[in-house]
């Protein structure tokens, strides 16, 4: 067990790509810290950093008490878990388990335990036999993952191992991960394109763009309080609805027609983002109501994501309750739940 912790690291590949700028990260012990944001953000490069895959082009990396920063890979007492399993395909699942125990010159009897150990936490004892051309990719992953949790590492790190199972078996892999951390509290880092996937795993999640640190903090904190525009579209689905507005006087005026609250400290140009879930079908003492024209409806059965039109053009999405949702074509009139939206200065930083 260890803590990771980054100290200015970044990453400049030759032909002036920057692709991680300088960037101070701390992932504590035990913990399941997760690398989340859109293709080409920095986050695989970030990982490999980690694992020794790539040089920094500056900055230092601890885990635990020693700083590996230029330490071989295979010394830094990791274990990575890739999209594509990488398992050895001439090998058996136990083979492929018990190569890297082989290697580290662990004796039989302890391979042997430990190797039977990990399969029963993943439940893959009848597969022990098996090479990978003869399992499924669900198989294949847990396979993949049992190589890693024998090795019983300082940390694991994963790149998107999911990513190539299907929907239903990656819902079930994912439990299954955050079970697995449960049981077993090896700080870990997981990268993933997919904001979902990042909420429902993390003890706290890290969301990058264009290789700089945008917020790190825990799922509900990055959703309840996103610390900038990036942040508030890309996190939480369906997106946060950004509306523009003019801020006067702890009031702002929205385009779309909504007037709402703000932080006195704000003026002029701001945005106010509202999540779909957020809005309601107004009531008869409800003030501040807008009439805007419902376009499309969408029943999710107990809910309803109806695409909104305002009169100044200006589409939103709400999330309704179904037996309230208004009828494609017709007006209706709608609200934003008391203090449920963001303030964003001129800049796109969130405002309290
Ligand atoms: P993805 O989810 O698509 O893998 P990512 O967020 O993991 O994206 P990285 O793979 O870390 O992003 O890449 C970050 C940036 O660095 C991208 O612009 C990429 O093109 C660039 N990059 C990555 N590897 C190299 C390399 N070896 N040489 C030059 N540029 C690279």
């Not at 007492?77 to 290697?103: G, T």
């Not at 449960?182 to 706290?204: I, N, P, W």
Request: aromatic residues 4%.
């Amino acid at each position: 067990m260890a803590e990771v912790r980054l100290r200015s690291i970044e990453k400049e590949f030759s032909g002036g790509v920057h692709a991680v700028k300088p960037c101070d990260l701390d992932i504590n012990d035990g913990e399941f810290l997760v690398l989340v944001g859109p293709s080409g953000c920095g986050k695989s490069t970030l990982l490999r950093m980690i694992a020794g895959l790539e040089e920094p082009s500056g900055g230092t990396i601890n885990i635990g008490s020693r700083d590996v920063t230029h330490v071989d890979p295979a010394d830094r007492d990791i274990a990575m878990v890739f999209q594509n399993y990488a398992l050895y395909p001439h090998k058996s699942a136990k083979e492929n388990m018990a190569f890297a125990l082989r290697l580290r010159k662990i004796p039989k009897a302890e391979r042997e335990r430990r190797i039977a150990e990990t399969a029963k936490m993943l439940g893959i004892e009848e597969l022990m036999n098996r090479k990978p051309g003869a399992m499924s990719g669900g198989q294949q992953q847990r396979v993949a993952l049992g190589r890693a949790i024998v090795r019983d590492p300082a940390c694991f790190l994963f790149d998107e191992p999911l990513s190539n199972l299907d929907a239903k078996m990656r819902n079930h892999t994912r439990s299954e991960l955050r079970r697995l951390h449960k049981e077993l509290q090896t700080t870990s880092v997981y990268v993933t394109h997919d904001q979902e996937e990042a909420m429902t795993l993390g003890d706290r999640v890290a969301v990058m763009k264009d290789g700089v640190m945008q917020q790190v903090g825990t799922p509900l904190q990055v959703y309840r309080a996103p610390a900038n525009l990036f942040v508030a579209g890309f996190i939480g689905t369906p997106a946060m609805n950004l509306m523009p507005g003019e801020a006067n006087n702890g009031r702002a005026s929205l385009a779309s027609g909504f007037q709402v609250s703000v932080p006195n400290s704000l003026s002029g140009p701001i945005t106010v983002g509202v999540r779909p879930q957020h809005f309601r079908v107004a009531t008869d003492n409800d003030q501040g109501a807008v009439e805007l024209t419902a376009r499309l409806v969408e029943p999710l059965g107990d809910l309803a994501d109806v695409h909104l039109e305002a009169a100044d053009g200006t589409t939103l999405l709400a999330r309704l309750d179904a037996e309230w949702a208004p009828v494609e074509g017709k007006a209706c009139s709608i609200v934003i739940d008391r203090d449920r939206h963001h303030c964003f200065d001129r800049a796109g930083q969130r405002v309290q």
